[in-house]
């Protein structure tokens, strides 16, 4: 790999990372010597670039630094246009809106020698036929998400019965042929996931949950880890006995 390249993927997996990253795990996904990332380190905060940390604790890219679209690989262009053409086919009508917008932006900002990445990519998803249609608004779901604002719904079970839930939403799950809407309800005192397709009504209210989406979703996915590992252990004490 070439230095230039190098220096440019150090940034790359600093930006990635949700903590500091150390030499070891830059140096083993580069395939190179902690020596040379701690001396391309060395080069890098001497561009200018704001990392900040130290061998042995590991290394951070300071937000507000940001790198030229055009430097985009060839496998990131790939990724970025399947990823796109995914939700243009999967999401709701506002972001697949946004994936098609996306992917024409993309063509436009790389150089010309890979615009045929895009214009005839090697790969791309497949159109969802058996999608079932959203039963509320999912733009507003998401401005929900952001604001940290709670919505009232009406939902079906399975076996169409109603009830009325106060629901503080978090996140949004795209599969094949259903959306699923992760959320806080006041009435189970838990966390809770409804389908889109099986809401009755939704009224988008302005009152604000008293807890940040990320915290809340922090404890959403460890709460389904511990269900998991507690599944397990379930199955593994079936088997043994």
Same mark, same amino acid.
């Given at each position: !790999? $070439? $230095?230039?390249?190098?220096?440019?993927?150090?940034? %790359?997996?600093?930006?990635?990372? $949700?903590?500091?990253?150390?030499?070891?795990?830059?140096?083993? /996904? @580069? /395939?190179?010597?902690?020596?040379?990332? +701690?001396?391309?380190?060395?080069?890098?905060?001497?561009?200018?670039?704001?990392?900040?940390?130290?061998?042995?604790?590991? +290394?951070?890219?300071?937000?507000?630094?940001?790198?030229?679209?055009? !430097? @985009?690989?060839? &496998?990131?262009?790939?990724?970025?246009?399947?990823?796109?053409?995914?939700?243009?086919?999967?999401?709701? =009508?506002? @972001?697949?809106?946004?994936? %098609?917008?996306?992917?024409?932006?993309?063509?436009?900002?790389?150089?010309?020698?890979?615009?045929?990445?895009? @214009?005839?990519?090697?790969?791309?998803?497949?159109?969802?036929?058996?999608?079932?249609?959203?039963r509320l608004d999912m733009a507003a779901v998401r401005r929900a998400i952001h604001g940290a604002r709670k919505i009232s719904l009406t939902y079906r079970d399975e076996q169409e019965r109603e009830s009325e839930r106060i629901i503080w939403p978090i996140a949004v799950g795209y599969h094949e042929t259903v959306r699923l809407l992760v959320a806080w309800c006041e009435l189970r005192r838990d966390f809770r996931t409804f389908r889109t397709d099986r809401v009755a009504g939704?009224?988008?209210?302005?009152?604000?949950? =008293?807890?940040? =989406?990320?915290?809340?979703?922090?404890?959403?996915?460890?709460?389904?880890?511990?269900?998991? &590992?507690? !599944? $397990?252990? %379930?199955?593994?004490?079936?088997?043994?006995?």
């Amino acid at each position: !790999m $070439r $230095r230039a390249d190098r220096l440019f993927q150090i940034i %790359q997996v600093l930006r990635r990372g $949700r903590g500091p990253v150390t030499a070891d795990a830059i140096a083993a /996904e @580069l /395939e190179t010597s902690k020596r040379t990332v +701690y001396r391309d380190i060395a080069d890098l905060i001497g561009q200018q670039v704001p990392i900040r940390g130290e061998a042995g604790v590991g +290394y951070v890219l300071e937000g507000g630094y940001d790198l030229p679209p055009l !430097m @985009l690989t060839a &496998e990131e262009i790939e990724a970025a246009v399947l990823g796109a053409q995914w939700v243009a086919s999967r999401g709701d =009508p506002a @972001l697949a809106r946004a994936a %098609q917008d996306l992917i024409a932006k993309i063509g436009v900002a790389v150089p010309e020698r890979l615009r045929p990445l895009i @214009l005839e990519p090697a790969s791309g998803a497949a159109p969802n036929w058996n999608a079932l249609p959203d039963r509320l608004d999912m733009a507003a779901v998401r401005r929900a998400i952001h604001g940290a604002r709670k919505i009232s719904l009406t939902y079906r079970d399975e076996q169409e019965r109603e009830s009325e839930r106060i629901i503080w939403p978090i996140a949004v799950g795209y599969h094949e042929t259903v959306r699923l809407l992760v959320a806080w309800c006041e009435l189970r005192r838990d966390f809770r996931t409804f389908r889109t397709d099986r809401v009755a009504g939704a009224q988008f209210l302005e009152e604000r949950y =008293p807890e940040r =989406p990320a915290t809340l979703r922090a404890r959403w996915r460890k709460a389904k880890l511990a269900q998991a &590992e507690a !599944m $397990r252990a %379930q199955s593994v004490t079936a088997k043994a006995s």
